[in-house]
């Protein structure tokens, strides 16, 4: 029954029961162009669209009559204790999405306790997401500036502010190609602003602009040594975000990092990478627990998650469905999101007999044989 009185569409009354649902809500209720825009995937979208469809050629092997009458999700991440292990990838512009952005995804990631990866192109500022959600944990994802000076100031004022540790995306020394954008024009429309860096990028306007900001901002001349100039101005931990094989694994131990996000920006950059959840394995293999492994990309269900987990991730992060969520109720919106994953991670772990994430092993996973 379409309890909405509308022709087969969605709306805000209708029972949200998957994340798709919340898909399918965003896409009916965006500016096409800003559907567009969070959607996109590179070039002909390959990889975006294998990050979901990787999840669905791996088989689990469940185990029966383990007493799963208790179940905890509850794990660690950087050694604080989260309900559960997803958090919030970082994601740009969510007050396209929602009037309130960032800060309604604060307050949901801070009442579900979980992580939020604040992008470092909010369209709230740092001191504003902090204000709305003082006992929240939080990540900060950072860009490394041409004017080293900027990353600097931010990495200063975000550490001030109690973020918890750095996310280094190391996968945009150039913005990927995303035709719908091209087509589409794509900018930040004139009321919204990066408020990290309100006044600063207004300055530079003068330039070429992508995505109505400041062109070439970003150093496609970032390489390993940043890495080093990064420690050398923060005391927070440093995680690598945009990993994809065991070379850069082990470059990054070795470059004293406490983690690594397996990730593919979902697809949005490189066309024909690796889905993320391919890629985990031979990183895992490599890093040997020697720091945290990461992965987000096509995380859309909570048997995704107990995947994740089963082959080495120690907590996954979700980009576009916290967007989804916004677009749907704003703060309730993504609060649902992320409750009804954790709900179905936790029937996922019990319907494979695991009662707790330590339970979660690779040998819950099925390989094939060649
Ligand atoms: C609309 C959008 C904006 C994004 N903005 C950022 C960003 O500002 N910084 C960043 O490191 N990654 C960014 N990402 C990549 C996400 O952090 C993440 O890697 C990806 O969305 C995960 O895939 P999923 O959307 O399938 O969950 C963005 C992704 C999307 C979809
Ligand atoms: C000028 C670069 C804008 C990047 C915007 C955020 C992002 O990473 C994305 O994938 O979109």
Redesign the pocket.
């Known amino acids: 029954m379409n309890i909405c009185n509308r022709e087969g569409g969605r709306c805000a009354e209708m029972a949200m029961v998957c994340l798709t649902d919340f898909e399918e809500y965003a896409k009916e209720h965006l500016s096409k162009a800003t559907w567009d825009?969070?959607?996109?995937g590179a070039d002909e979208c390959c990889t975006?669209d294998d990050?979901?469809l990787a999840y669905k050629r791996i088989r689990l092997r469940p185990r029966i009559l383990r007493d799963v009458s208790v179940s905890d999700t509850r794990t660690t991440v950087q050694g604080t204790e989260i309900s559960f292990p997803v958090g919030i990838?970082?994601?740009?512009?969510h007050c396209l999405a929602w009037h309130e952005g960032e800060v309604a995804t604060a307050r949901a990631t801070e009442a579900l306790n979980t992580c939020y990866?604040t992008?470092?192109?909010?369209t709230c500022s740092v001191e504003e997401i902090v204000a709305a959600a003082p006992n929240g944990y939080r990540w900060f994802?950072l860009?490394v500036y041409r004017d080293r000076k900027l990353s600097e100031q931010i990495v200063h004022r975000v550490e001030a502010l109690g973020y918890k540790a750095l996310?280094l995306?190391v996968?945009?020394p150039y913005t990927g190609k995303r035709r719908n954008d091209i087509r589409n024009q794509f900018k930040l429309p004139p009321h919204l602003k990066v408020k990290n860096f309100d006044g600063v990028f207004q300055q530079e306007t003068a330039g070429p602009e992508e995505y109505g900001i400041p062109a070439n901002t970003l150093d496609p001349s970032i390489s390993w040594k940043d890495v080093y100039w990064l420690q050398s101005i923060t005391r927070l931990p440093i995680i690598i975000?945009?990993i994809l094989t065991k070379e850069d694994a082990e470059l990054a131990v070795e470059h004293g990092v406490q983690g690594i996000?397996v990730?593919?920006?979902?697809?949005?950059q490189l066309d024909g990478g690796p889905a993320?959840i391919d890629a985990l394995s031979e990183i895992v293999d490599t890093v040997q627990g020697r720091i945290e492994v990461y992965l987000?990309?096509?995380?859309?269900t909570g048997s995704d998650v107990l995947k994740a987990l089963a082959l080495g991730a120690k907590c996954v992060?979700?980009?576009?469905?916290?967007?989804w969520g916004l677009a749907y109720k704003g703060e309730e919106g993504v609060r649902e999101v992320l409750q009804i994953l954790n709900d179905e991670f936790r029937l996922s772990m019990a319907l494979s007999g695991c009662r707790n994430v330590a339970e979660i092993n690779r040998n819950l996973i099925q390989f094939s044989k060649l």
Do not use: E
């Open positions: 825009y969070y959607a996109a975006r990050n979901l990838a970082p994601t740009a512009f990866i992008s470092t192109y909010s994802q860009y996310v995306t996968d945009v975000k945009g996000i990730s593919n920006h979902g697809g949005r993320s987000d990309g096509g995380i859309r992060f979700i980009g576009r469905p916290a967007v």
